[in-house]
């Protein structure tokens, strides 16, 4: 119970650090790439202020479900906290291979949470921005690639909502550590 979140039943922060570590490691062990997204579900805060915190919790376990049937069995989605989730793609052999599925994934996403959900006699929609950072191009740091695919979503969000966002050092490195968000990684 200490590693999952108990609303969603996804591993919560605590697991998706050791869950990163051990991916990075696999990686830099075997050459490949590891994928991080990081997002934050747009329109949660109508949801959860119009129908109350009850139907929010519904529409956050309904997302859990949703975003962990986007992905593979052996990738890990996580729930962060509140509205904000993680996703890590592991065991990508190529650079372009760890790029086209993290495209892949992140419009599957984007896609699945824009149906609407169904929460008891009300109808809700909601979209998701999310950003993407990858190991070891963007980082060998595990915390800088939390921060990075955080800083990616954050572009997201700007550049419209519902969409993605692959960091860029070149565009988006000096924005890094603006945002309150941290994880502890071993």
């Not at 108990?6 to 830099?28: G, I, K, S, W, Y």
């Not at 592991?90 to 790029?99: F, I, R």
């Not at 950072?133 to 519902?162: C, R, V, W």
């Given at each position: ?21 051990q991916a990075v490691q696999r990686a830099n062990r075997n050459r490949h790439y590891v994928a991080v997204l990081f997002m ?29 049937e986007c992905i593979r069995s052996d990738d890990t989605a996580a729930r962060m906290g509140g509205d904000e989730f993680t ?100």
């Amino acid at each position: 119970l200490a590693y999952y979140d108990a609303l969603t039943e996804l591993p919560n922060r605590m697991l998706f650090a050791d869950r990163l570590h051990q991916a990075v490691q696999r990686a830099n062990r075997n050459r490949h790439y590891v994928a991080v997204l990081f997002m934050d579900l747009d329109g949660f805060k109508a949801v959860n202020d119009d129908l109350g915190h009850a139907m929010g919790d519904r529409l956050l376990e309904e997302a859990g479900r949703r975003l962990k049937e986007c992905i593979r069995s052996d990738d890990t989605a996580a729930r962060m906290g509140g509205d904000e989730f993680t996703v890590i793609l592991n065991a990508l052999s190529t650079k372009e291979m760890a790029e086209t599925a993290a495209a892949q994934v992140a419009r599957k996403i984007i896609e699945r949470l824009n149906s609407p959900f169904l929460l008891e006699n009300h109808t809700a929609h909601i979209g998701a921005s999310i950003g993407i950072a990858f190991y070891p191009d963007d980082s060998h740091l595990e915390d800088e690639l939390i921060k990075m695919a955080d800083t990616a979503m954050y572009h997201a969000k700007q550049a419209g909502k519902n969409r993605y966002h692959v960091f860029d050092v070149a565009k988006d490195a000096a924005d890094i550590g603006t945002h309150a968000f941290t994880v502890d990684v071993k």
